[in-house]
């Protein structure tokens, strides 16, 4: 599979609760249309994994050497407020309050699929951050991807 991919608008209704997109859950294999592990993500959002992609995440984590300080304040951070959840009956992802209110999620919530993962975005910050880096992005594309093509040693 080449990963999640797409942008989701969606709404939170007055419990904290959004629909999971159609489009989305049909990009997911069938074991993983269900359960969730969510976390804090990079920035200003918050992460959604399917169960199996967060298990491979902390088989990888796991091979980290925990007597480096700096590896040890990552591995703290990162699972930091994780909270496994699962869609309802009616397909439904409730965002814990505490975790809306670490990233000051409005009702307006924008879903952003890639790889492994759903970054779950305020809209109005959401936009912010992509209009704040907009201007750079054939820079950060050449610093990121510039050496592609160059053989590997």
Same mark, same amino acid.
């Given at each position: ?39 804090? &993500?990079? $920035?200003?959002? @918050?992460?959604? =994994? ?13 091979? +980290? ?40 999620? &409005?009702? $307006?919530?924008? @879903?952003?699929? =890639? ?13 912010? +951050? ?24």
């Amino acid at each position: 599979m080449a990963g999640l991919v797409g942008e989701f608008e969606v709404k939170l209704d007055s419990k904290g609760r959004f629909l999971f997109p159609a489009g989305l859950r049909k990009q997911l294999a069938p074991t993983a249309q269900r359960d969730f592990m969510l976390n804090k &993500g990079f $920035e200003d959002c @918050l992460t959604l =994994y399917p169960i199996m992609d967060w298990e491979k995440m902390s088989e990888r984590l796991s091979q +980290m050497n925990l007597f480096k300080p700096k590896n040890r304040m990552f591995y703290r951070l990162f699972h930091q407020g994780a909270k496994q959840i699962a869609l309802d009956n009616a397909g439904r992802v409730l965002i814990p309050t505490a975790h809306a209110e670490r990233i000051g999620l &409005g009702q $307006e919530v924008m @879903l952003i699929a =890639y790889n492994d993962r759903v970054e779950i975005w305020d809209k109005s910050k959401y936009f912010s +951050m992509i209009e704040e880096n907009i201007t750079d992005f054939a820079d950060l594309a050449n610093e990121v991807m510039g050496d592609l093509d160059e053989p590997k040693e």
